[in-house]
């Protein structure tokens, strides 16, 4: 859709639904709840709130006005936009930092999709009813350790994938965001029900909201942060893309809390729900990212009509991954296109094959490599600074695509954006009352790169190491 003359939203409920269907997917429902489980609760939910609304929401802002000003892929987008307020074009690194931080987001989102593609035909045949933790443990360590599966259900889910991005993302997209979300949320609506009758409801929210600070590493904080980025679809031009199809009369800023706010309520949904059914079958809250797998099928196995509820929820994540896989690699296929004046549906197939191959990594990461692994810990007189423990090839791509490369395509956007961009550009875009506007500015100027920056050398132990300088 953005060869030839460019298509735009035929709504802003259109644009909202798109830009929701994107960031509404795996991130919430699968990454969300484990890697909550895997740093402690409460305090990381609480530092993952405040990185949404300090710096997810005017980032968000900021990457939806670059793309509805650009208008063209991010590369070219982000070129344009520099040369009309006399910068460098060094700035489309930043759209080319997108497509590679998509594609390798890609690689691994499409096998652990393909684990939700597996459990529909295992939810419809009803193999958890009557399951217990252990059982359903064992089913999911079945499906992981079989690479030949796994490939299976990662093919099936980019083929569907690619199909889409083929065809032009419009049509398709608008339609599943239009029924399938709503349904995804009525379902997490009855398993919150399910949550609430297991006797630890209040437990799990305790979890949650109750942040214990002990429990939380300075990678915590960095995840946190990253996490933020993941789930809002930001820093690498996914929804720079979607604002260059927005129409110029739509509000960015209403358009954009929209998102956020749905986004997160999903994420908080699906910790309600996972979370007290991990302590009434006494699980491990860090499991990992078997936990989805390893709770919701309890819950379905146990419940009335529990078949069916399993069966349609494991498809509407499908559907979820879906509008989100999309995102990622539109603006991949839409530079390949124009770099290499070749179709779309050329362009599709060479990105597709080439997302698959790198997916094998991932696959194998779970069987047959899964002894392959590396750490990394710097060690200085305020303690161990652990940066990647035991890290395999799936932890790796995750980290370095969720943790530093979202941050720094954020970083760039919110620099680009509250500092270079001519003023007069920005608030012509955005179209908000002055009070806004300044608080926009005063978060994309300072707020959002000053936090960035410190929970990077935070992480590096970059500053416990100057402390360990200082005070020697
Ligand atoms: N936000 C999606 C999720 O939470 C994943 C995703 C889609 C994404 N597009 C993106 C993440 C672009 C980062 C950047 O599942």
Redesign the pocket.
């Known amino acids: 859709m953005s060869d030839g003359k460019r298509e735009q939203w035929s709504s802003r409920l259109v644009f909202i639904l798109a830009a929701t269907g ?7 429902i ?2 969300f709840p484990y890697i909550t489980g895997e740093n402690g609760g409460g305090a990381f939910v609480l530092i993952y709130l405040l990185c949404i609304a300090s710096i997810g929401l005017p980032i968000m802002m900021a990457e939806i006005m670059l793309g509805r000003r650009g208008r063209e892929d991010p590369v070219s987008t982000m070129k344009k936009l520099a040369k009309e307020s006399g910068h460098s074009s060094a700035w489309g690194i930043l759209g080319w930092l ?1 497509v590679i ?2 594609f390798l ?1 890609l690689s691994y ?1 499409s096998v652990i999709a393909g684990w939700a593609m597996a459990y529909v035909p295992k939810m419809a045949s009803a193999t958890f009813s009557g399951l217990n933790a252990t059982q359903v443990d064992t089913v999911f360590s079945e499906l992981v350790s079989n690479p030949m599966l796994l490939i299976f259900w990662h093919s099936l889910f980019l083929f569907l994938t690619m199909t889409i991005v083929a065809k032009g993302v419009r049509g398709g997209l608008e339609k599943a965001v239009t029924y399938l979300m709503p349904m995804l949320f009525i379902l997490l609506i009855i398993l919150i029900f399910y949550a609430m009758d297991t006797g630890y409801f209040m437990q799990g929210v305790h979890y949650l909201f109750n942040p214990d600070f002990s429990k939380i590493s300075t990678d915590g904080v960095l995840s946190a942060m990253g996490h933020a ?11 720079m893309v979607y604002g260059s199809y927005l129409p110029n009369k739509t509000s960015i800023a209403q358009a954009s809390i929209a998102v956020a706010f749905m ?1 997160t309520l999903v994420a908080l949904l699906a910790g309600m729900i996972i979370f007290p059914i991990v302590f009434a079958n006494s699980l491990e809250t860090g499991a990992g990212p078997g936990l989805i797998f390893k709770t919701l099928p309890l819950a379905f196995g146990n419940m009335n009509y529990g078949t069916l509820f399993g069966t349609l929820f494991f498809v509407l994540l499908v559907f ?2 879906w509008t ?2 999309i ?2 690699i539109e603006p991949a296929v839409t530079w390949v296109i124009k770099t290499f004046k070749i179709s779309r549906l050329k362009a599709s197939i060479i990105t597709g094959f080439l997302v698959w191959l790198m997916g094998l990594m991932t696959v194998f990461s779970f069987n047959l490599a899964s002894d392959f692994t590396i750490s990394s810990v710097i060690s200085t007189t305020h303690g161990e600074f652990v940066i990647l423990k035991n890290a395999t090839a799936f932890d790796l791509l995750d980290y370095l ?2 943790n530093i490369m ?1 941050p720094l395509g954020g970083l760039m956007i919110a620099i680009y954006a509250g500092w270079l961009m001519k003023s007069q550009y920005s608030r012509a875009e955005l179209d908000i009352s002055i009070f806004w506007y300044r608080l926009w500015l005063f978060l994309v100027r300072y707020i959002a790169p000053v936090m960035v920056i410190v929970v990077f050398l935070n992480a590096m132990g970059i500053i416990a190491f100057i402390r360990t300088v200082v005070e020697a």
Do not use: H, R
């Not at 994107?22 to 919430?28: E, I, Y």
């Not at 980025?229 to 929804?239: D, H, N, P, V, Y």
């Open positions: 994107s960031a509404v997917g795996l991130g919430n699968w990454k997108g931080a998509g987001i989102y980025f993941f789930t809002l679809s930001l820093g690498m031009g996914a929804i986004d979820a991954a989100s896989s995102s990622l695509t969720s979202l």
